[in-house]
């Protein structure tokens, strides 16, 4: 088992790590619309899915993985009436493998973020 840590995504903000790699299996940690410096990114939930993706991007490829290695995400939103909006940003991100995946609606995601995503990838 190895822990994945970059400076290219915000630092876990718990007893956590960003990523653990176990044989070519890597499972990210949930990203939050954090940027790398640990400022939450304004706007709504594009703006914010956006910046989770630029996270993933950063876990994924210091864990030698990338989007297209992307065989599962657990998605959890605030509100569904942002599934839609969601979804237009997500399908930019996953476009020639498309992972199985999970949608919920949460009550409070952590530093009042409106989306968040973990993912499981082969490891190259």
Known sequence: MK???TNQAPA?????????????????SGQIPLTAEGVMT???VKEQTH???KNLAAVLSEAGASFDTVV????????????????????EYFTTNKPARSCVEVARLPKDALVEIEVIALVK
């Not at 903000?13 to 960003?18: D, E, K, V, W």
């Not at 599962?72 to 399908?91: C, H, P, Q, R, W």
């Open 3 to 5: 822990a994945v840590q």
């Open 12 to 28: 876990a903000i718990g007893p956590y790590s960003q990523g653990i790699i176990v044989n070519n299996l890597f499972f990210s």
């Open 42 to 44: 304004l706007g709504g």
């Open 51 to 53: 910046q989770v993706f």
């Open 72 to 91: 599962k995400a657990t998605v959890f939103i605030k509100s569904m009436d942002d599934f839609a909006a969601l979804n237009e940003v997500y399908g």
